[in-house]
């Protein structure tokens, strides 16, 4: 079964965007429902597409749910730097449940 992915595009040298890295990096996206996992983009990569790039680069950081369950891309809304991880995991969860529920 393909999961889902929660895309951080972050940038070198962003304090916020360092902060939000950590975070989600220590909680486990395991245990959300469905379960997805991280995976964190540079947004200056040569890999990112120029189309994304323009999209998102005055914005770090931004979440993104890449789902293959919903077939599209769900920008989330902007978190809180200040969210404890127990609550951003909550956050993630309440986001998930919205979109989710809309299928």
Do not use: A
Request: glycine letters at 0%.
């Amino acid at each position: 079964m393909n999961s889902d992915v929660l895309i951080l595009y972050s940038r070198k040298g962003c304090c916020l965007c360092q902060t939000l890295e950590k975070k989600l990096s220590r909680i486990c996206l395991d245990n959300l429902n469905p379960s997805i996992e991280l995976s964190i983009v540079d947004i200056d990569s040569k890999t990112v597409s120029l189309d994304i790039q323009m999209k998102y680069t005055n914005e770090v950081p931004v979440i993104v749910l890449d789902s293959t369950r919903l077939l599209k891309n769900i920008e989330f809304p902007r978190v809180s730097p200040r969210l404890k991880e127990d609550m951003l995991l909550s956050w993630i969860q309440k986001n998930l449940n919205i979109l989710y529920k809309k299928v």
